[in-house]
């Protein structure tokens, strides 16, 4: 029983045998019609070799649930997902198979990767429609899309770059093709890792952990060199990444620590000096904060890019309301770089308890990022 499906309130399915038929009964009588009618044959082939269902073809189709409702049971359940601005769907499990090639050689690639040694059943298909619905990633229509690697263009701070989300036996790999300004590895990673965590939990799986490609030369899969995975593991101590079949650990690289959060992508320092050299540098030896005018926005930005991915969190550690940040991400459709410079206006023009917390200063703002909150 799905409560919460609007549409679907007032039926409970006892055997979802039957919506499997249903399922079989659409893509049947889509193809029958799209060969029946010379107008739409072009939809045949767009169902075929680009996985897209368009819902106009459909409108006669009967079964024990209507056109409508099986779609949004579909899109529930992250088999299908509506692409904007048409009547089509995205339905990736209908795709033919492609032939993978590994792109062990580049830290352009990260790897999704699960403790049991192998990927779940249909979970990279949820997982494409879950990044098209939650992060709007749209299908790179000028290259071939397979049921096991989509193409996609992943929008940050008003650019789009071409992502390849593809699916072996063993992992996901995820490879940016093209260099990015920095921050953009670490977004396409938090889209990633929100939609596994949500995707897992609905379909009951453990959540996955991530790694690279192992550089161990000397590292073998059976009797041949094969591209393998590493998984990463973090300490106080070391960033380094773990290989699956010899145990053998390799430090990571500065270009590999780009895909995870701000705080992984320094070098270790000591608390005293860290406190020290916020101290001199930002807040003045008497420890008395520089107050902000809305003609320092540039300057602050330029300080905190790196944490445009962590952007709420630290404007809540900079005391600006949660129902301020909702507006600022839906107004900049969640876009961090947008939101990032929208939530450090909105703090420069004191849109918060001030009397309270005090006037925007270095002081605060190192305070703010210096807690969990904030990025640590």
């Excluded at 409560?3 to 039957?18: A, H, R, T, W």
């Excluded at 990444?241 to 690289?253: E, F, H, Q």
């Amino acid at each position: 029983y799905y409560s919460d499906i609007p549409i679907l309130k007032k039926y409970v399915i006892i055997d979802f045998q039957l919506i499997f038929d249903s399922i079989s009964k659409i893509i049947i009588q889509h193809l029958d019609i799209a060969s029946e009618h010379g107008a739409h044959l072009k939809y045949k082939d767009i169902f075929k070799q680009k996985g897209q269902l368009d819902t106009s073809v459909l409108k006669d189709v009967k079964d024990c649930l209507k056109v409508d409702e099986l779609l949004s049971l579909l899109n529930h359940r992250h088999i299908i997902s509506k692409i904007e601005s048409t009547n089509m769907f995205f339905m990736p499990s209908v795709l033919p198979k492609g032939e993978l090639s590994y792109n062990q050689s580049s830290t352009s690639s990260f790897l999704v990767l699960f403790d049991h040694g192998y990927c779940p059943v249909g979970l990279f298909c949820a997982a494409t429609t879950r990044l098209i619905v939650a992060h709007k990633w749209e299908i790179n229509t000028n290259e071939s899309q397979f049921r096991n690697e989509i193409h996609f263009y992943c929008s940050c701070s008003g650019k789009s770059y071409h992502v390849i989300f593809s699916a072996f036996s063993a992992h996901y790999e995820v490879c940016l093709k093209e260099k990015a300004l920095p921050g953009v590895k670490y977004i396409i990673y938090q889209n990633i890792n929100d939609v596994f965590g949500k995707v897992c939990d609905d379909m009951k799986y453990p959540p996955p952990s991530y790694g690279f490609y192992c550089p161990g030369e000397s590292c073998k899969y059976g009797d041949a060199s094969y591209p393998h995975p590493a998984k990463c593991t973090f300490s106080d101590e070391s960033k380094q990444m773990k290989c699956y079949y010899s145990g053998k650990l390799s430090d990571l690289t500065e270009e590999h620590k780009q895909w995870f959060p701000p705080q992984l992508q320094v070098q270790m320092v000591s608390q005293e000096q860290i406190k020290g050299d916020v101290s001199r540098s930002q807040c003045g030896e008497g420890g008395q904060g520089c107050d902000f005018t809305e003609d320092d926005l540039v300057d602050l930005i330029e300080e905190v890019i790196d944490l445009a991915a962590n952007w709420h969190s630290l404007g809540l550690a900079l005391r600006i309301k949660v129902a301020e940040l909702d507006t600022i991400s839906e107004k900049n459709h969640n876009d961090p770089i947008k939101c990032l410079k929208y939530m450090l206006l909105a703090w420069l023009q004191q849109r918060y308890d001030i009397k309270k917390f005090g006037l925007p200063s270095w002081r605060m703002l190192c305070q703010a990022i210096s807690k969990p909150a904030g990025g640590n």
